[in-house]
């Protein structure tokens, strides 16, 4: 038998699996899915027992750290987020450059990145130096990057910061630095809090996703957990990955304004017109538990607030539809996670263009797990894929004045 670096030095093959639909690219503890039966665990906890009892910063602990945490390791996990929820004041001045008009999450990357430069001991790129202080940071970036976005809003709005209450608890705080008036704090009289609290705990993880993959890639490089995160902001925004609950909102709006039920679009979706944003998964070929815990959650807090949204009856009716047209049956195209999320997002007054922003902020407990598995692992290589190569073979140089 041959050991692996001789395998790996005599292989001269290469597998060509397109979007990586087949390749496993690590082994991993944090999250387990399957796709067929539309399963998913956190280091072996089912999503829909967190939901019901958990906590999103409970739940980070869990992902982060493995293990459900004692009451008293909990309580300093809290405490240690909720020091660290200010940003240094020269990192203020940053929100000056951005037009008013930037895009969110150029700001959130920017910005997370920029973060690293003011705690250098902690973004050394010296993997036991920075995982030395890895609990250090793992508080202080979940913490921040909810004061990063608040402030992002604040700055759009062209209203004045509002520091965050250490008082507050976290997702209470996150409102109180988005809405708080000046001359006024911001009441949570509808349950905000706590519908947003399980909208982040359900992004906290989801295996090798795009940006979760890009995080360890760049962790693979040995680059620091600050870095890291901002690559992973810039594969979220896409809107085949975390873009898409901004794209649903704009989707059930447009089917709204054209006074359609949702037939016309599933029509037009079936001739490769229009995409049913929200709908599909690349492993999900089944119904993705989150979108079933969010699509209840979402009627509930409109009910308490006694609310109605016409862009919730049109999108269960689209779910509807769908689940009962061959089209999507064939393709095993069920909701995702974004079908309902954003209309939580939107009842909460969260405007659309925060939306992958907020993504971001619940898949951090995850893309810092998953930067942990890298870093700790003395075995692990730079993530270093071929391809197959389709351009031309050799040719001559033509110089400039022969071509
Ligand atoms: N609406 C209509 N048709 C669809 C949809 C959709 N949302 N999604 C997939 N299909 C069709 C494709 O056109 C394809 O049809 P074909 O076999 O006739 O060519 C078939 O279903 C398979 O789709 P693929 O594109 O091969 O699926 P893939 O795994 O590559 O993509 C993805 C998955 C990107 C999620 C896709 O379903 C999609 O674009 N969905 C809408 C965007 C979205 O909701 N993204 C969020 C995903 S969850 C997340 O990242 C948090």
């Known amino acids: ?23 496993g690219s690590c ?8 796709g067929e039966k539309g399963i998913l665990r956190h280091r072996g906890y089912p999503i829909e027992q967190l939901a019901e009892h958990s906590s999103f ?13 004692h009451e008293e390791c909990l309580d300093a996990f809290r405490q240690h987020v909720r020091r660290n929820a200010s940003i240094h004041t020269g990192m203020h001045h940053h929100f000056d450059g951005f037009p008013s008009d930037a895009h969110p999450m150029a700001i959130l990357s920017a910005m997370l990145n920029s ?11 010296n993997r036991d130096q920075d995982l030395a202080h890895f609990d250090e940071t793992a508080a202080l970036l979940i913490s921040k990057v909810r004061t990063i976005a608040a402030m992002t809003f604040r700055m759009k709005m062209g209203l004045p910061f509002e520091y965050p209450d250490h008082k507050r608890r976290y997702t209470e705080n996150f409102l109180h630095m988005m809405f708080s008036e000046p001359y006024g704090e911001y009441v949570d009289d509808h349950g905000a809090a706590e519908a947003l609290d399980l909208f982040l ?16 890639m760049v962790a693979s490089g040995g680059a620091n957990l600050f870095a890291s995160v901002s690559a992973g902001v810039c594969a979220l925004w ?15 709006e447009e089917i709204h304004q054209d006074g359609d039920d949702g037939t016309r679009f599933i029509e037009a979706a079936k001739k490769g017109e229009a995409k049913l944003m929200g709908f599909g998964h690349r492993v999900y070929k089944n119904y993705d538990p989150r979108a079933k815990i969010l699509g209840k959650s979402a009627e509930n807090m409109l009910q308490s607030m006694g609310m109605q949204d016409p862009l919730l009856d049109i999108a269960k009716r689209l779910e509807q539809a769908a689940l009962e047209d ?56 730079i993530h270093r894929p071929r391809q197959i190569y389709t351009g031309e073979t050799q040719r001559d140089y033509v110089k400039l004045g022969d071509r």
């Open 1 to 23: 038998a041959l050991d692996t670096r001789t395998l790996r030095a005599k292989s001269g093959c290469i597998t060509f699996d397109e979007g990586y639909g087949n390749t």
């Open 27 to 34: 082994q991993s503890d944090i999250s387990f899915i399957d």
């Open 57 to 69: 910063l409970e739940t980070a602990m869990l992902v982060i750290y493995g293990e459900l945490p």
């Open 115 to 125: 973060l690293g430069a003011y705690y250098p001991e902690m973004s050394s790129n």
């Open 201 to 216: 705990m359900l992004h906290a993880d989801h295996e090798q996703n795009c940006s979760t993959s890009t995080v360890r």
């Open 238 to 252: 896409g809107p085949s990955h975390g873009g898409a609950n901004m794209a649903v909102i704009k989707m059930l």
């Open 326 to 381: 061959d089209y999507f049956v064939s393709r095993k195209l069920y909701p995702n996670v974004d079908f309902y999320s954003g209309i939580i997002l939107k009842a909460i007054g969260i405007p659309v263009e925060m939306f992958t922003v907020m993504f971001a902020i619940g898949r951090m407990p995850g893309w810092i797990a998953n930067w942990k598995e890298i870093a700790e692992n003395p075995k692990s290589r």
